[in-house]
């Protein structure tokens, strides 16, 4: 006789899993919350937003990519948990859309207890610190799909914005003022360039110390994605925001275009920001072409936002002065196509 432990399956870890991650899943939780785990779905009240003329939803969905082998390497599974929401979310702002829910996959060769309670704690950081409630998920034992110790991680999260006030790049024009807010690193794109060249071009391990710095190279690279939530929600309220682009994968000259309208194109300067050090090896290790790195890495600006001109400076001061970002001017909408980078 077999069972489903004999095939590689634990029911009992699975379920210890659960109720490990119960105490991070509460900590999350928003007065739109109704249903408690365990329940077949997660439910979220929209009374709250029933004064709004046209209340819409947008929803967003992501994973965190290779970074994932490096937290594997390292045996730190909390950070890329922040990842997964921040990943999600950051879309969700770019539109305006103030985050409401959050549900996560987790698929796994094996089922570890306290190594899936780390993951869920780390996105339960990232919920707590957007607003976001983490109302379901599903984590799945799958003996043959992934190597050894290797899991997979998916988020998926939804958001609430009036239609009238959906941010979509419509009124955006020339000599408008593009605002770059500081990355904390390469966030959760370019991973698989990054460990080509520190792993194989420049012989590192993650256990070694990162040039100019006291942490390791796997820590450094395992620095959590930015979460810009909140910084975009008190921005909305008082200013009159024109536009919003995620840097993810393709950079600066791939996503800014995203929300520019036809005819336009952004003129941003190289040298207006300051580099983290992740990225200054890279460009000093000179392996990498300047139009790769702008493709493949957001280079230190994880989220763009574009104003009028004679708002710019007050907003910028504004960031600087009363929220947790760093902000520079980055550059202008200019008539044309795409970025031209200077």
């Known amino acids: 006789?077999?069972?489903?432990?004999?095939?590689?399956?634990?029911?009992?870890?699975?379920?210890?899993?659960?109720?490990?991650?119960?105490?991070?899943?509460?900590?999350?939780?928003?007065?739109?919350?109704?249903?408690?785990?365990?329940?077949?779905?997660?439910?979220?009240?929209?009374?709250?937003?029933?004064?709004?003329e046209h209340p819409t939803l947008l929803a967003s969905t992501d994973g965190v990519g290779?970074?994932?082998?490096?937290?594997?390497?390292?045996?730190?599974?909390?950070?890329v948990?922040?990842?997964?929401?921040?990943?999600?979310?950051?879309?969700?702002?770019?539109?305006?859309?103030?985050?409401?829910?959050?549900?996560?996959?987790?698929?796994?060769?094996k089922i570890i207890p306290e190594k899936i309670s780390k993951i869920v704690e780390g996105i339960s950081i990232g919920c707590i610190e957007t607003g976001?409630?983490?109302?379901?998920?599903?984590?799945?034992?799958?003996?043959?799909?992934?190597?050894?110790?290797?899991?997979?991680?998916?988020?998926?999260?939804?958001?609430?914005?009036?239609?009238?006030?959906?941010?979509?790049?419509?009124?955006?024009?020339?000599?408008?003022?593009?605002?770059?807010?500081?990355?904390?690193?390469?966030?959760?794109?370019?991973?698989?360039?990054?460990?080509?060249?520190?792993?194989?071009?420049?012989?590192?391990?993650?256990?070694?110390?990162?040039?100019?710095?006291?942490?390791?190279v796997g820590e450094v690279l395992l620095t959590p994605t930015k979460l810009y939530v909140r910084t975009i929600l008190y921005l909305i309220e008082r200013y009159d925001i024109l536009g919003v682009a995620n840097i993810t994968g393709g950079g600066l000259v791939e996503n800014v275009p995203r929300i520019i309208p036809d005819g336009l194109g952004v003129r941003i300067g190289k040298n207006s920001w300051d580099l983290p050090i992740v990225f200054k090896e890279i460009v000093n290790s000179k392996l990498v072409e300047e139009d790769e790195l702008y493709r493949a890495f957001n280079m230190g600006v994880g989220m763009t936002i574009i104003v009028k001109s004679e708002d710019a400076d007050k907003i910028l001061k504004d960031i600087n002065e009363n929220t947790t970002d760093k902000a520079y001017i980055i550059g202008e909408v200019i008539e044309g196509k795409g970025v031209e980078l200077v």
């Open 66 to 79: 290779t970074k994932l082998l490096i937290a594997q390497k390292m045996d730190i599974h909390n950070t």
């Open 1 to 52: 006789m077999i069972d489903y432990k004999d095939s590689g399956v634990d029911i009992d870890s699975g379920n210890r899993a659960v109720e490990l991650m119960k105490e991070h899943v509460k900590k999350t939780y928003t007065s739109g919350v109704f249903g408690d785990i365990g329940l077949f779905s997660g439910g979220f009240s929209l009374d709250e937003f029933k004064d709004m």
């Open 132 to 216: 976001a409630a983490l109302i379901g998920g599903e984590t799945a034992e799958l003996p043959g799909m992934y190597s050894k110790d290797e899991y997979d991680l998916a988020g998926f999260s939804v958001g609430i914005v009036d239609k009238n006030k959906i941010i979509d790049g419509k009124k955006i024009k020339s000599g408008n003022v593009v605002i770059g807010l500081a990355s904390s690193g390469l966030h959760s794109n370019g991973y698989s360039l990054a460990r080509k060249l520190f792993f194989e071009e420049l012989n590192k391990t993650c256990d070694d110390i990162f040039p100019n710095s006291d942490k390791s």
């Open 81 to 109: 948990g922040i990842d997964l929401v921040a990943m999600c979310v950051n879309d969700l702002i770019c539109q305006g859309a103030k985050p409401l829910f959050f549900l996560d996959y987790i698929g796994a060769d």
